[in-house]
Structures are given as C-alpha cells and as structure tokens.
C-alpha cells in the first residue's frame, strides 16, 4: 500500500514539472524515482543536487535581505 502512494506522489510531482521540459533528473535514492524514471534521464547523487540546492540557499538569502531592506524603520 506505502509503495503505491509514492508511486501517486510522484506521478503528481512529474506532472506538475512536465511544462518545464526537464530533460535531467539529478535525485536521491527515493523508490519511485527509480520505477519512474529512465535510467539514462536519471542520475542518482549529491554531485549535482548539491549545486542546486547551494542556487536555492543564495535565492533564499537575497530574498530575505531584500524584506528586510524593504521593511520601514
């Protein structure tokens, strides 16, 4: 039962990323990437997801300075 609603989790996810036209998959070892996912789209690791995440951190950071710059004294 647990492993069918990852599969409809992820289906959920893969159809809200298709208007992007992801071509690439960097991901960790979650089962359903894995049952879903072509294996030559697919990578699995931190090579990649760490570089991402690093973007989001910056994304997150200037975002919040900017509300704080934004914010009346």
Known sequence: MFGKR???????LKALLEP???K???TDHWGAYE????ADKHEIGKRNTQKIERKNLN????IKR???KTIPD
């Open 6 to 12: 990852k599969d409809v989790v992820f289906q959920k």
């Open 20 to 22: 992007f036209g992801i």
């Open 24 to 26: 690439r998959y960097y």
């Open 35 to 38: 049952h879903h996912l072509d």
């Open 59 to 62: 994304f997150r950071t200037w």
């Open 66 to 68: 900017l509300a704080c």
